[in-house]
């Protein structure tokens, strides 16, 4: 079950928190400050009422509006309804987090959204009436989100009401010149001198709006604008999602629904296509993602010869994208879609990479995490790369680092690596991984040791200085062991050398260091013979959904 309730722009944004167990988001449906309707209050109270019944154990999180602090709106029935909302989640639950908000900047398909009945209205060239004596506090919906995490993660904000807002507040006037400049397009409206303003104090988020870096300069309304509306001077941006896929019949088609829903709700800002790449499935998976082909267009199908392997999916995904930015993820939700708003949220900020962090994962034993991290902090040691620790391939890449991923040839790939090798500006978004939606997992102990091998060996050659420096280590030591030796045999010349134990371990000793800096030497031989040979990195047997110029059927190291 969802536990996030309402529906619109809010609810949209705080989709990542729909099946976690600890707080249930009441987004509302309430969002019109014009609405007079007393069913339509009705409606929520109950919904209010029913959620707090049903679950009295989570922290119950509402969202209200700073109507409710504007002496002139008071007895408005919007705003008595707020109030009163608010007054019945403080004596029914437990624990609770009440957020009241100024105006929401994102899209909207409701004109209670000023900034969204600005833009409609000149950009279609309609007249309107301007308020000029009102000024209004705005903030971006990635924000709210932002902040409201941060509010839930500081235990000392539980039980509170808070005002998230700007600290800015821009006249109704400025705010149509700014849409202007923006659309290229003059409004046409009638100056009438009303309107009110109204100071909200923002004291107690102060410090989590500086340590999440919001700035709410004179171009802070600018920049959402170009962020939520560009699509109203070009064409929306394209969205890749590249899924590698092998056996997963039972979970693709769950997958397929929660990652659409949020594509879709990411229209018209973003249009996408979603790159299923079938490894050489041996089960029904192939027939599946056909079938969603058929059904929807932008589901894109590449189907490999052979199985090559999940580093070689991404690659192809990758080389068939034709999107401004991708997201990598698996098909097993284990990393779950609806975190694909909080890293767009990110790219929107500038970062050409945005990579998830799994500080918890579901599902994973305490032994497969602890040398998992074992690994990780390894790999980050010896490696001149700097590769984040506690990451996976759920990632979204500009597409910049797409094209630079495209020009590395290498047959022994990595892509957590690869991708921070390329550089870029590069940010983490710490997500819980959740366990596996159905089925088991194709990954066997073969392939997880092969994968560790292969990130070790291919973003460092340090593991080649081990047999250099055990060389060295040793011959020291036995140098030291001779000398003693001697000096005793010349001091002493009954002396005798005792231990035929001591002596078959040392030359087992020894013997294992040969034999361990032989297969070092070994692997990397063998990734230089792989590069040379020079075969395809894939072969792809057929395609689904793919225009004839972008197909590409093998793809050369």
């Known amino acids: 079950m969802s536990m996030v309730f309402g529906e619109g722009m809010i609810a949209n944004r705080f989709r990542d928190y729909s099946l976690q167990t600890k707080y249930l988001i009441f987004a509302g449906n309430v969002n019109d400050s014009s609405i007079k309707d007393e069913t339509i209050f009705q409606k929520e109270e109950h919904a209010i009422s029913s959620a707090l019944k049903n679950h009295p154990e989570k922290t119950f999180v509402y969202f209200s509006s700073c109507s409710t602090l504007d002496a002139d709106t008071l007895h408005s029935e919007y705003t008595k309804h707020k109030i009163r909302m608010e007054s019945k989640i403080r004596e029914t639950a437990k624990s609770f987090l009440i957020v009241r908000l100024p105006q929401v900047l994102g899209l909207s398909d409701a004109d209670s959204s000023l900034i969204n009945y600005y833009v409609s209205a000149i950009s279609e060239k309609r007249h309107f009436e301007l308020w000029s004596n009102a000024r209004k506090n705005f903030i971006d919906i990635d ?96 969205l890749s999602v590249i899924v590698p896929t092998y056996n997963e019949e039972h979970g693709i088609e769950e997958f397929y629904r929660r990652t659409k829903s949020v594509l879709v709700s990411l229209a018209p800002r973003f249009s996408h296509e979603i790159i299923f790449v079938n490894d050489f499935s041996t089960d029904n998976t192939l027939e599946k993602i056909r079938g969603l082909a058929k059904f929807d267009s932008s589901v894109k199908v590449i189907n490999f010869s052979k199985n090559f392997g999940n580093q070689i999916g991404i690659t192809a995904g990758i080389d068939f994208s034709r999107g401004d930015i991708a997201v990598i993820i698996d098909d097993d939700l284990q990393d779950p879609p609806e975190i694909i708003l909080n890293l767009i949220s990110k790219w929107d900020k500038g970062y050409k990479v945005v990579y998830g962090v799994r500080p918890k994962r579901q599902g994973v034993g305490f032994l497969f995490k602890l040398i998992a991290k074992m690994y990780y902090r390894t790999i980050s040691s010896l490696s001149d790369t700097k590769i984040p620790n506690d990451t996976g391939d759920f990632r979204l890449i500009d597409r910049v680092v797409i094209e ?103 030359i087992l000793f020894f013997g294992g260091i040969q034999l361990l800096s032989i297969g070092i030497l070994g692997i990397y031989i063998s990734k230089v013979y792989r590069e040379i040979k020079g075969r395809p990195l894939y072969i792809v047997e057929s395609t689904e959904n793919i225009d004839s110029g972008e197909q590409t059927l093998t793809r050369y190291n």
């Open 143 to 238: 924000d709210v989100h932002d902040i409201v995490g941060e509010l839930l993660k500081r235990n000392t904000y539980n039980n509170k009401i808070v005002n998230i807002a700007s600290s800015r507040q821009t006249s109704t006037l400025e705010v149509v010149h700014i849409i202007e400049d923006f659309l290229g397009v003059s409004a046409s409206f009638t100056e009438l001198p009303k309107g009110t303003t109204f100071e909200i104090d923002i004291s107690e988020i102060k410090s989590i709006i500086i340590d999440l870096k919001i700035n709410f300069d004179r171009d802070y309304i600018k920049k959402s604008l170009t962020k939520y509306y560009s699509h109203l001077k070009g064409a929306p941006k394209l």
């Open 404 to 506: 630079a991923l495209k020009q590395m040839k290498e047959e022994s790939r990595y892509y957590r690596g690869m991708v921070a090798w390329v550089g870029f500006s590069q940010i983490g978004v710490e997500y819980e991984r959740d366990k596996r939606y159905a089925g088991v997992s194709t990954f066997s102990l073969k392939k997880y040791i092969n994968f560790a091998l292969n990130g070790l060996t291919s973003f460092t050659e340090k593991p080649l200085y081990f047999s250099s420096l055990a060389g060295v280590f040793v011959t020291f030591i036995s140098f030291l062991l001779a000398v003693t030796l001697i000096i005793k045999k010349i001091a002493d010349p009954s002396f005798s050398i005792r231990g035929w134990t001591s002596l078959t371990v040392i």
